[in-house]
Each structure stands twice: as C-alpha cells, then as structure tokens.
C-alpha cells in the first residue's frame, strides 16, 4: 500500500516513527494509503531545516521572492487536474467544486506576487527637526500551519503562500485525513525555485501538533478547524509566547425575507447547504425563515433536496459527493437521528443511501428540517454534513436576536429586496463574514477571511492585509544624522521639537 511520508528540505523523506494513519477514497470506502505520523524529533528536525532556510530566504530581496511565488502560481494553473483529483480521490468533493476551491487558493498565490508593494513601509520625513522615522514590517521565522480536512489544497493556500512570500519558512501540518495534496504542492513550489527548506510538510495528528507548539524556534502558528482544537491551538501558542490566528467552526445562518427573491434564495441555499456535502466552515445550516415565507420555502427545498444527485466526485453528473471517512457519516446520521428525537419535522430524508457500485462509499442524501428552535442541540451544535435546518421567525428583529445570540459567528447571509433591511443587517450582525443576496460571503483573496465569537480566536483573519501583518512584525526606526554638532546626553524623555 501506498505511504505517504513527510516533505521537508526540498525532498520525500521517511518519518522515524512506526505510527500510521489510514486514508480513504470516499468515494468507493476503500483504504487507499497510509500517512506516516510524525514524532516529536520529526517535527523538530524539519524546524531545525526550516531555521537555517530563514538565514537566506528572508534576506532574499521581495521581488525575488515574488517571482518564485509567481511560477508557483503558473504550476498551479499547469497541475490544476491533477490536483483537482487528489483532492476528490481523498476527500470525495465533486471535481468542479474541488477545482473551485484549488482556484480560491490559487487567488492567494496571485495575492503573494504582489509582496514587493504590499510590504511598502512608511517613512515621515522631519518628524522633528532633521529628524525621519519610518516603518518596516520584517519576517518572523519559522512560523506553522495547521490545517482542516474539507479544504486540502486552499486552506493551506490561505497561510503559506503569503507566509513565505513575507520571507518566512513554513511547516504545514495537514489534515491526516487528505494529506496527498500538501505533499504535491511541495514539490510544485521546489520545481518553482523554492529554495530547499522554505516550505516543509508534516504529517501527523495531536503528537506532531504539541510538538509544533511546543517548538521555541517556531514564531507564529495559524490554525483552522474545528472549535475545540482552535481553543486548544490559541491557549498553548499563547502559553509558548507565539503568535496565533486560531479558525474555528461555524453555524451559519441565510436569512430569507418575505420579499426576497425566492428563486434566487432556494438556489443560493441549495448550494450553501448540500455542496461539499455540507463540508464547509461557510455552509448554511440554518434557513431562517421570516413572516410567513416558511411553507413556500420549504416546499420548494424540499423538491430540489430530493432531486439532489448524489455520487462519486468524478461523476462528472454528481451535485453531492460523499462524507470523508465512515466515522463523520455515523456522527451525521446520529444528528439527524438526534433531530427526529428533539421534535422537529425531518422533510428530506438522506440516511442510509446506498449507491449501487459504490455500496461502501461514505454517502448520505441531502437532509431537510423543518421547525427546528433554538434549544434543539441539532441549531446549536455544527453537523457538518448535508443537513439543513429552518427556523421560523416573525420579525426581521427576531431573526437577527437569533443569529446574535448564537456562539459561532462565521458567515451569515441575507436575501432580501429591501435596502434598509440589508443595509442595517450588515452594520448590526454579529458574524465576521456578512452576504446581502449572496449566499457563500466568502472574502476574495485581497481581503480577509475571519469569523466572529467561537468561529475565531486571535485577532486576527487570514489572507489579505491581515495576512501580511500576521506574518511579519512592525519595525520603526528614528534616525537624525548629525551635521557635524554632537549633541550632549539627553536624560529626560525624548519630545521632537
Ligand atoms: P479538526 O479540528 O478535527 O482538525 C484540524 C487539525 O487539527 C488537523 O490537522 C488535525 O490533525 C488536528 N487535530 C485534530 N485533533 C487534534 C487534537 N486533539 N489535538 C491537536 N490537534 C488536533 O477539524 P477537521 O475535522 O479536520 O475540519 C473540520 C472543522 O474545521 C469544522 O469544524 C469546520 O468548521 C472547521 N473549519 C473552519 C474554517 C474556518 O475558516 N473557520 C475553515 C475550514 C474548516
């Protein structure tokens, strides 16, 4: 059987530990490969390589390293297919939304090409007589990356590409689960001209994470998924005095008005909710219902939730892949088991698909609840899956109190035609990421992506501006440049005059 090792300075490299992870085709339920699970002295000895790249890369002037970044980019677009079915054949996406997501990733690395500008400091000539001061941000070091299964090429696009362009060097730990992609993206960026040591991948589960936090050579570590490990992630960083941007999960709800486009919102929540099968930190789980839309929202969900095609990802014809691994379907399958229990009204029924030819892949159709509240644990808790819950509410105010008082605030969306509504929607919603008639709000790659509340823990969002201050530390320089008089000692608190 296949094994997948590490990556660390410019090449394949076996790990010293007999740990091995299982990783799966979604599709077919069959055991593909193993992933060699790093041990702490793996971890250890990639920082070391990763430490002594930074002498030389961080010295490296911005435009060189842009331009490495920028054939990364051209091979990227080159291995767009081969990459797009690595991450179908682990993760059991559809191939048009894994060549989706390889996109959104790739609008990063284009980000990146631009580090040259974006790393433009500031200067104030004179800021006391003969006196200028300006600003520089710098690289931190070795810094980390540890990421989600759903997303095995972008979410590590969403770190790395700006990291290194900062003049960093990386480690990515990905998910064990899907760990091919990281691996190739390696080897992508070496055929660019990366010089060996820059970007690193380790594979592993919690042992290869501690080690990465307790690591002192390791400056700053980015972190998405789930919420109790982002927690984990934020508190020990922060105890090892790193730098830390912490994703977490999400309940994300769409809120449909009475006068909305109802076309439009029944499309726009159809692909929220049951593409990626539900995997997806920005899904909308939550149909919020408002006035009296809900018996025509739900009629016409629950036509479009019945007709879902579900197959393999590579059946070009399939709308909704499988689940990642046999465990996540049965965690699903008891929510909705769950729901049934709680009370509300299960419209759409997707457990216990078979699939003839695929009987062993991780399947489940797309899931439809109506009358779901807010006490019910099936509102509250993130499924993860192809379950779509609505909530009836009277009031826009209602709908609003619901969201605000919900521990995650990832993203939300409205769809209304109503200006005023959108508008103070937008300006009083707590979430980080806010659609008006868009039903996925996620940030292109020049802004930032980050979510409010239990959906983040640091301060700050990734890619985008925040990207660039989050991989790089501020430096402000004062200098005056004696003509000739030497001053004599100052002993009170220097004022420009
Ligand atoms: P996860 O938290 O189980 O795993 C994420 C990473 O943490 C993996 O690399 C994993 O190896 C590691 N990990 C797992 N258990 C650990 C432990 N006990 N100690 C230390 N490290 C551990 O998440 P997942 O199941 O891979 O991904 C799904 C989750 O990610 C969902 O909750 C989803 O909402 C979230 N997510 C969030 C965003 C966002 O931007 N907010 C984006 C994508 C995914």
């Given at each position: 059987m296949k094994l997948i090792e590490h990556f660390v300075n410019g090449k394949i490299i076996p790990g010293s530990s007999d740990k091995k992870g299982k990783v799966f085709n979604p599709a077919t339920g069959e055991q593909v490969s193993e992933v060699r699970l790093a041990s702490r002295s793996d971890l250890d000895s990639a920082v070391e390589v990763a430490k002594k790249a930074f002498e030389i890369w961080s010295l490296k002037p911005a435009l060189q390293r842009a331009r490495i970044i920028f054939k990364f980019k051209e091979l990227i677009e080159k291995n767009s297919d081969e990459l797009t079915k690595l991450i179908v054949s682990e993760h059991g996406k559809v191939y048009e939304d894994a060549r989706g997501s390889l996109t959104r990733g790739l609008e990063v690395v284009e980000f990146a090409c631009g580090i040259p500008h974006l790393l433009k400091g500031e200067f104030s000539e004179n800021v006391g007589t003969n006196v200028d001061s300006w600003s520089i941000r710098q690289p931190l070091g070795v810094v980390a990356g540890i990421t989600p299964f759903n997303f095995p090429a972008m979410v590590p696009m969403w770190m790395f590409p700006i990291a290194i362009a900062c003049g960093n060097t990386f480690i990515l730990k990905p998910s064990e689960k899907d760990p091919s992609c990281a691996i190739r993206l390696a080897e992508l960026l070496s055929e660019a001209g990366l010089p060996d040591g820059v970007f690193n991948v380790i594979n592993g589960d919690k042992e290869a994470v501690d080690a990465i936090l307790e690591n002192k050579d390791i400056k700053a570590v980015s972190f998405v998924g789930s919420t109790p490990i982002a927690k984990y992630i934020y508190e020990n960083s922060a105890k090892n005095e790193k730098r830390v941007q912490a994703l977490g999960g999400a309940k994300n709800h769409l809120v449909v008005m009475p006068d909305c486009d109802l076309d439009g919102a029944v499309n726009g929540l159809m692909g929220a909710a049951y593409g990626s099968a539900g995997e997806r930190c920005m899904a909308q789980s939550v149909a919020v219902a408002v006035g009296d839309i809900g018996d025509e929202l739900v009629s016409r969900l629950s036509k479009k939730a019945e007709a879902l095609k579900v197959g393999p990802g590579m059946d070009k014809t399939s709308e909704m892949g499988p689940l990642v691994t046999k465990e996540h379907l049965e965690k699903v399958t008891s929510y909705v088991d769950l729901g049934v229990k709680e009370g509300a009204k299960l419209v759409v029924d997707g457990r216990g698909l078979k699939l003839q030819g695929y009987e062993n892949g991780f399947y489940i159709g797309g899931c439809l609840f109506d009358h779901v509240n807010k006490d019910m644990r099936i509102y509250k808790e993130?499924?993860?899956?192809?379950v779509l819950s609505v909530v009836r509410v009277k009031t826009f105010e209602e709908a609003a109190k619901l969201i605000n008082d919900h521990e995650y605030g990832n993203g939300v969306s409205i769809y209304t035609r109503d200006g005023d509504a959108g508008r103070t929607f937008a300006s009083k919603i707590q979430v980080g990421m806010v659609g008006i008639n868009v039903p996925i709000p996620v940030p292109m790659a020049f802004h930032s992506f980050g979510g409010w509340k239990r959906s983040l823990f640091g301060d700050s969002g990734m890619h985008g501006m925040e990207g660039i201050k989050f991989y790089t530390k501020l430096k402000t320089v004062t200098s005056r440049w004696p003509s000739g008089v030497r001053s004599n000692a100052e002993f009170v608190m220097p004022t420009m005059k």
């Open positions: 993130e499924i993860f899956g192809p």
